[in-house]
């Protein structure tokens, strides 16, 4: 996979260009809340939370085109 995108809170890797198969997120202060649909909060190895989002945002979400 390649960079596709690399913001100081949001990285995308791809096999290709336009192919964003894998992105990452910052969400700091993480807040524990109510679980949403499409997506699993996870903790690494070092107790961070993470989360698994599955299929494709809401249109309004600016970092997908």
């Known amino acids: 996979m390649e960079l596709l995108e690399d913001e100081p809170d949001w990285v995308v890797i791809g096999r290709a260009p336009g192919m ?3 992105a990452f997120q910052r969400a700091a202060p993480w807040v524990p ?3 949403e649909s499409g997506s699993r909060v996870f903790a ?3 107790d961070h939370p993470f989360c698994l989002v599955f299929g494709r945002p809401a249109s309004s ?3 997908w085109r």
């Open 20 to 22: 964003r198969e894998l």
């Open 33 to 35: 809340g109510a679980p």
């Open 44 to 46: 690494d190895p070092a």
């Open 61 to 63: 979400d600016p970092h």
